[in-house]
């Protein structure tokens, strides 16, 4: 399954880079703006992003369709446990199109 991967601007990790991960496997970084088109393996279950330790929330890949497009969100937050990555971080994915 092929995606395409947007990471919108955001006060969040402006400037660092943000892992992809499917099903745990780093796939590629994406830094603020930019765009990637992926290979998802078949049958994958989640992606989520990554900065340092800190992870977004799990998005779930069961209902996406080939050719799917993701934005990955991210804002600030004053919640000292999110922004140190011992929370979720303050991202999420959403779909854009199928």
Same mark, same amino acid.
């Given at each position: 399954?092929?995606?395409? *991967?947007?990471?919108?601007?955001? $006060?969040?990790? +402006?400037?660092?880079?943000? $892992? *992809?991960?499917?099903?745990? %496997?780093? #796939?590629?970084?994406?830094?603020?703006? %930019?765009?990637?088109? #992926?290979?998802?393996?078949?049958? $994958?279950?989640? *992606?989520?992003?990554? *900065?340092?330790?800190?992870?977004? %929330?799990?998005?779930? #890949?069961?209902?996406?369709?080939?050719? $799917?497009?993701?934005?990955?969100?991210?804002?600030?937050?004053?919640?000292?446990?999110?922004?140190?990555?011992?929370? +979720?971080?303050?991202?999420?994915? %959403?779909?854009?199109?199928?």
């Amino acid at each position: 399954m092929r995606l395409k *991967i947007t990471r919108e601007r955001g $006060a969040y990790g +402006a400037n660092r880079s943000m $892992a *992809i991960c499917v099903d745990g %496997e780093k #796939l590629c970084k994406l830094y603020q703006t %930019e765009s990637v088109t #992926l290979d998802v393996p078949d049958g $994958a279950q989640t *992606i989520f992003g990554r *900065i340092g330790w800190g992870k977004t %929330e799990k998005y779930p #890949l069961g209902d996406v369709k080939d050719g $799917a497009h993701l934005m990955v969100r991210t804002w600030l937050t004053q919640h000292p446990l999110r922004m140190l990555g011992i929370m +979720a971080l303050p991202g999420r994915f %959403e779909l854009v199109s199928r």
